[in-house]
């Protein structure tokens, strides 16, 4: 301990177990009417405690401080020398019932180096922090009726807020608020069901990204409320019951559509093409449909009526109905062929059934439109759905001619002399 500091439990001492008649206006006890100071705290019943400007820098004795403030709910410890969250946690463990700590103007570290346990706090002012840029509030309870318009921090820029078990954006809205220059906010994992444009949210200009990733939000009427929310340019919504039964593009196109201001969308770049390509998208989508979202008209004025787009199914065929032709052998039979197999395979499945050997097989096919293709060693490899074969088609089948050289006789002038 330095010179000239005391411990929080020497300072709780001092001044709420003094036996002197004075009872410090600073203490509220219950259900012990008539008791001195000294004997109420000791039965635990002390609720607000407030040792602010009293060069506090460590706590002392935990084991007395569970004893003597287990049942504080407010601790008012501002103007101190507490700089390790050590000493935090070690409070916030000892006092199970605290709601609100006041730990302002404290030298603590601007980095959170210890892991601080779960409590019943819903109250922690840290403007003591001048230079805390981002704040991890996750896995937090926070009280729905707590409608504190005082800043924590006009430094922090960054907030999260997951698994904190928001219900309502109002919920959310109540923390954020009091970060009055926070850009960046993360409420992802929580069961919220919608997003409400609020007056709140104007008093935040800098706020433009959300992350509402694993959030419950099932209606478009969240979308379009964040299209009221103007300066959120980058949004994060994946993995939302909202999407699970839309395409990727659909997803992609009807949300860009929606939100005219956005930038970004879950990590990726909308460049003006993009834009109007979703755009056009959105107005297809919905111009078939009775009720149409308020953007609709907007994007009508933008771009006009579109005429719908006619569906071509590009992917190949499976299968065709062709002819199979073959004059030396007499063969002319109408079959249904798959259009997987290679050129090569399909000649090796024709042998048998045209009576000609694959490896002296010449191949052509003959389209109904009067094209004729020649299927050459090069062929040999490719699909046959390569070739865009339709029903109705001929392979045309002939054997090679085979040439057979005769062999020159011997010359004379190689018989062996006697």
Known sequence: MEEGCSTLVRSL????????????????????????????????????LVLNN???DTIGDSEKLATLASHVSEADLGWNQISKWSDIA????NLPHLRVLN??????????????????????????????????????????????DEPISTTVRTVHLNRCGFLKWSSVMNVVKRFPNVCSVFVCENPLKDVTHCKHFEQLP????LNLAKTSIDSWDSLDQLNRMTSISDLRVPNIPLLDALTNEERLHLII????????????????EQREQSERFFIRYYQEQKEKPLQYKTLIDKHGNLEKLVTIDLTPKKEAVVKILC????????????????????????????????????LFLLREDGRTDDFSSSDYNMPLHYFKIEDGDSFLVQEKIIVTRRRRPPSSTSSSSS
């Not at 070690?90 to 463990?93: A, G, N, P, S």
């Not at 892991?115 to 819903?122: I, M, N, R």
């Not at 800098?206 to 990204?209: E, K």
């Not at 030396?328 to 042998?351: A, G, H, R």
Request: net charge negative; glycine share 4%.
């Open 13 to 48: 001492e001092q001044k709420y177990l003094d036996d002197d008649e004075d009872i410090v206006q600073d203490i509220i006890f219950t259900g012990f009417t008539g008791c001195s100071p000294c004997k109420m705290a000791s039965q635990r019943a002390l609720e607000l």
């Open 54 to 56: 009293m060069n506090i």
């Open 90 to 93: 070690c409070i916030l463990k």
């Open 103 to 148: 730990i302002g103007h404290n030298p603590l570290n601007p980095v959170i180096d210890h892991e601080l346990p779960v409590s019943t706090l819903h109250t922690i002012i840290l403007n003591v922090l001048p230079k805390v840029t981002e704040l991890h509030m996750s896995d937090n309870q926070f009280n729905d009726d707590d409608d504190c």
């Open 206 to 209: 800098f706020w433009n990204f």
């Open 257 to 272: 559509g929606r939100l005219h201001h956005l930038r970004v969308l879950n990590g990726s770049k909308i460049s003006s």
């Open 327 to 362: 004059e030396e052998k007499e063969v002319n039979q109408e079959i249904t062929i798959s259009l997987e197999p290679t050129v090569l395979d399909f000649m090796k499945i024709l042998d048998p059934k045209v009576g000609v050997k694959f490896t002296r097989m010449k």
